[in-house]
């Protein structure tokens, strides 16, 4: 009797045990076979038609919504896009670094930066020639004619 009694209740919430697992069940992408029935006649496309018919149901669905998007205004969206200026800080760093330097490193930079063609150099200043000096004065040669040829000479 007491199986007689399991038989009967197991029947009865067979149907109910039958209608959970048809709700637990995600909704899937109808198979090819039942898409066919509503594809044209048509030889050309009907792959594609049949692709576009059975849709994204399944896990491929896509589930971007509005709800979780937050609207962004444009002037934040431009403050983003363009980024920071440094102006400020580049000046604050070169006003703060003040320091000279010495002329001998400021005349090598110049003349390594000058260049190595002949155009790139100023003209050397050319030295004058000086006059060569006599050991003796003009009296000394005065003097001298004097005593050699017993009078001075003249130039013409």
Do not use: C, W
């Not at 197991?10 to 109808?30: A, F, G, H, N, R």
């Not at 898409?35 to 048509?42: C, E, I, P, Q, W």
């Not at 100023?122 to 040829?149: C, G, I, N, R």
């Amino acid at each position: 009797m007491s199986a007689s009694l399991i038989r009967k209740g197991l029947e009865l919430l067979s149907d109910d045990i039958k209608d959970v697992s048809k709700v637990k069940k995600q909704q899937q992408t109808p198979s090819s076979a039942t898409v066919m029935d509503l594809v044209s006649t048509n030889r050309q496309g009907v792959t594609k038609q049949v692709k576009r018919l059975q849709g994204r149901l399944g896990p491929g669905k896509s589930k971007a919504t509005v709800k979780d998007k937050r609207i962004k205004s444009a002037v934040e969206e431009f403050r983003k896009k363009q980024g920071k200026s440094h102006l400020n800080d580049n000046l604050q760093y070169f006003m703060k670094s003040s320091g000279k330097a010495p002329d001998s490193d400021t005349l090598k930079i110049l003349n390594y930066n000058s260049g190595r063609q002949s155009r790139s150099h100023p003209d050397k200043p050319v030295k004058k020639a000086k006059e060569p000096q006599s050991l003796f004065t003009e009296e000394e040669f005065q003097k001298f004619q004097m005593e050699y040829f017993g009078r001075t000479v003249e130039e013409k």
